[in-house]
């Protein structure tokens, strides 16, 4: 079972009148971006004549249109999710494992704005060969669209009991911490850690966080606890 998304947007009416506006701009660039991939089938195919831009300009935008959806489906709650199993526990119990999963996702958000400042500034100086354009441009969408993120999380557990969202997220933090004590420093074999890893995703899942972050959480976990590969890992020659 899924959860149902909506296309409502809650909160302040500047916070409302802020993810409309993303909203507007999110079908706009998709506008562009099919007028943009047209113009080079075109170009190439009737007038055998292909522009040096159009490939550039779609794969800028087609960035943007991935953080930007990404944000959009948090403020609207679509990301795929499974919450067949959380559904079986009482109404209390679902706020704290929700609280918790939120927190989770939060942590791996902002490990993704940390990380994507720092892509930020190793490309501000790498420009593209069609534009011209500073590849940092293209990577500001990662910790842009990532802050909005964790800003749209931190609002959601604004309605949720203080004392439930403590609990999950002194839970989530005893979690990671006996984690790291086990497994961290860099000592257990990647076997072990790449088990822990799917182990991970599996539980993710089945307490309802969004496919797609339980994939990055699982991840970021990974990556933290091996201690052998930085979390920078994208650099443009």
């Known amino acids: 079972m899924t959860e149902t998304p909506t296309t409502e947007v809650t909160g302040s009416p500047t916070w409302r009148v802020l993810t409309q506006g993303f909203h507007c701009i999110l079908a706009t660039l998709t506008v562009v971006m099919v007028v943009v ?19 550039e300009v779609a794969r800028i ?3 943007w249109i991935t953080f930007l959806g990404a944000f959009v489906a948090v403020t609207t709650n679509s990301h795929i999710r499974v919450v067949a199993f959380v559904r079986r526990f009482s109404v209390p119990t679902q706020e704290v494992l929700t609280a918790a999963i939120t927190c989770l996702m939060i ?13 930020v500034q190793e490309t501000r100086n790498t420009f593209s060969p069609a534009l011209d354009l500073p590849f940092a441009y293209v990577y500001a969408a990662i910790p842009i669209c990532g802050a909005l993120m964790l800003i749209s999380l931190l609002r959601r557990l604004r309605g949720v009991a203080f004392a439930r969202v403590a609990l999950g997220a002194v839970g989530t ?48 976990l990974f990556l933290i606890l091996y201690q052998r590969v930085t979390l920078l890992i994208i650099r443009i020659a």
């Open 37 to 55: 991939v047209f113009l080079q089938v075109l170009n190439r195919y009737l007038l055998n004549n292909p522009l040096s831009w159009t490939e």
């Open 61 to 63: 935008i087609f960035v």
């Open 107 to 119: 942590f791996y958000l902002y490990h993704l704005c940390v990380v994507g400042v720092s892509v």
């Open 173 to 220: 933090a005893v979690v990671l911490l006996v984690a790291y004590g086990l497994l961290g420093r860099g000592a257990s074999s990647t076997g072990t850690l790449v088990l822990f890893a799917v182990g991970c995703l599996a539980a993710f899942i089945l307490f309802g966080m969004p496919i797609a972050f339980a994939i990055g959480s699982a991840s970021l």
